[in-house]
Structure formats: structure tokens, C-alpha cells
């Protein structure tokens, strides 16, 4: 069986680097990753990293010898199939969504991740949705404030916190958050801005109106001790300097090796 060396470029940092890479020995150089990997190896790796954008940063693959043309489709097929099986969104079956809210909110099992780095603060989430991370935050033994500015994804987010038997420990609030909003204070403000179809492409904070509104509010109003905004995985950083990334990977057998998306995380 084949042997082939690859070495991965523009691995940011911050990255869990080895989550992402998977099976086979890895190794870090100055600038890139390494690692000696079978044909089949080789190709699911560059299967996966194939487009992909991380921070701003694109990830590049250099394999010597280059994988066989048929492993490679067959990895790219066998990528496809996984990723029908990723992160379920809801636990709970009867959960309320909407078409445009499947597309971008936070797994439930992602949004506990969040709320377990936040345990027992004040939240306000500033464009709850339908409730996924306002609901993981009350779980983990938040106060939380949820704002929403369409109702019926407020009713549906209500709903939700119901059933998962928080709803008295979020206090939900129809809004439509302006410059002139009133706002209360909490030990976090969570932002996670509309960005359904900047998801496949590499963004910047001028992308975002809402969230270059909040972060002016959070720089001048100085109500919260803490900013945390979800973005997607393309988000270009330098876009926006003073923060802490940190990488959130899928936990269904399909996404596990996947960024499902960013958190950024400044304090005053």
C-alpha cells in the first residue's frame, strides 16, 4: 500500500489542529503540519480540507506522490454520505424550527458547550431565534434575557424553552434592536448575527450591520463584562482584532472532523 507525504498550510494557531487532520501521526513544522499517510488516508484528508477557510485563512494541501485519482473520488463520495449524519439540532423531537432557522442555529449540543464556559453569569442574547442558545444557557444555570425581534420565532423559542423546563429562568422579550434599543445590563452580551449564505464564503465585520451595531453599543455603553459572538468558520478575523477565537467541531459521526462554527470572546 502506497505511502504519500502531506503536509497542511494556514492552520491557524488557536486550532485544534489534530481534531481536524484525524487518523495517522501528525506533526508541526514552523508553517505547516505533516504527517506519512496510506492512499486512503491521504485522500479522506484532502477530501475533507478541500475549499476549506478557517479565520480567513485558507488550508492547503501539498500530497507527494499526489493520491490516486479513483481514491480521491471515492473519498469526496464517502465525505458527502457522512455529512448527511451530523449534529442533530434539537433532542427533543417536538421542538418548534423554522425552514430559515434549520440553516443556522447553534446544535443543541454545541449550544451546552457554549453555555457550560458561561455557567451561572447573566446573559443577554441579543437575537435569540428560536431559543437554542438562550435554552443552553438557562440549563447550565443562567439568568438569561432573550431578544427577538420576529414573533413568531419568539413563540416558537417560548415554546421551546418549555420544553426543555426553563422557561423561568429566561425572561423573552419582542424587540427590534436599534442604536436607541434600551438594552439591560448582564455579565455577557451573546450576539450571534444572521449570516444564512455567508456560511460558504469568506466574510468580514462589514458583512454584519447587526453585529458592527452591538459591538459599538457593547464598546460605549459598557453594560456588559463580556462579548461573545458566534460566527461562521469563514469569518475573516482580521476583520475584527481584540478577540478569542475558539472552534466549535460537529459531534455527529458525520461533522465530527468539521468546524460547525466560530465563538469570538473579549472582556473589559
Known amino acids: 500500500m502506497s505511502l504519500h507525504r502531506i503536509k497542511v498550510f494556514g492552520m491557524p494557531p488557536w486550532l485544534d489542529a489534530q481534531h481536524l487532520l484525524g487518523e495517522g501521526t501528525w506533526h508541526r513544522h514552523k508553517s505547516y503540519w505533516h504527517s506519512q499517510l496510506h492512499s486512503k488516508q491521504a485522500a479522506d484528508v484532502q477530501a475533507r480540507l478541500r475549499n476549506m477557510c478557517i479565520g480567513g485563512a485558507t488550508i492547503e494541501t501539498v500530497i507527494e506522490p499526489a493520491v490516486p485519482r479513483q481514491a480521491y473520488r471515492k473519498a469526496l463520495h464517502e465525505e458527502a454520505v457522512r455529512m448527511r449524519n451530523k449534529t442533530p439540532l434539537f433532542s427533543e423531537a417536538q421542538a418548534c424550527l423554522d425552514r430559515e432557522s434549520r440553516a443556522f442555529i447553534t446544535p443543541e449540543a454545541?449550544?451546552?458547550?457554549?453555555?457550560?464556559?458561561?455557567?451561572?453569569?447573566?446573559?443577554?442574547?441579543?437575537?435569540?431565534?428560536?431559543?437554542?442558545?438562550?435554552?443552553?444557557?438557562?440549563?447550565?444555570?443562567?439568568?438569561?434575557?432573550?431578544?427577538?425581534?420576529?414573533?413568531?420565532?419568539?413563540?416558537?423559542?417560548?415554546?421551546?424553552?418549555?420544553?426543555?423546563?426553563?422557561?423561568?429562568?429566561?425572561?423573552?422579550?419582542?424587540?427590534?434592536?436599534?442604536?436607541?434599543?434600551?438594552?439591560?445590563?448582564?455579565?455577557?452580551?451573546?450576539?450571534?448575527?444572521?449570516?444564512?449564505?455567508?456560511?460558504?464564503?469568506?466574510?468580514?465585520?462589514?458583512?454584519?450591520?447587526?453585529?458592527?451595531l452591538m459591538l459599538d453599543r457593547f464598546n460605549t455603553e459598557k453594560k456588559w463584562h463580556a462579548l461573545w459572538i458566534k460566527l461562521p468558520m469563514r469569518f475573516d478575523l482580521s476583520s475584527l482584532e481584540g478577540f478569542r477565537p475558539l472552534a466549535f467541531f460537529g459531534k455527529g459521526k458525520g461533522d465530527f472532523r468539521r468546524v460547525k462554527f466560530l465563538l469570538l470572546q473579549s472582556s473589559q
Open 110 to 212: 454545541l449550544a451546552l458547550d457554549i453555555g457550560k464556559l458561561a455557567t451561572e453569569r447573566s446573559v443577554l442574547d441579543a437575537g435569540c431565534g428560536v431559543g437554542s442558545n438562550a435554552i443552553a444557557f438557562a440549563r447550565e444555570g443562567c439568568a438569561v434575557t432573550a431578544l427577538e425581534s420576529h414573533p413568531e420565532r419568539l413563540a416558537m423559542a417560548m415554546a421551546n424553552a418549555k420544553i426543555y423546563g426553563v422557561q423561568e429562568l429566561i425572561h423573552f422579550k419582542q424587540s427590534q434592536i436599534d442604536a436607541r434599543t434600551p438594552l439591560p445590563p448582564a455579565d455577557i452580551l451573546f450576539v450571534d448575527p444572521p449570516w444564512l449564505g455567508l456560511e460558504k464564503e469568506k466574510s468580514s465585520l462589514t458583512d454584519y450591520p447587526f453585529l458592527e
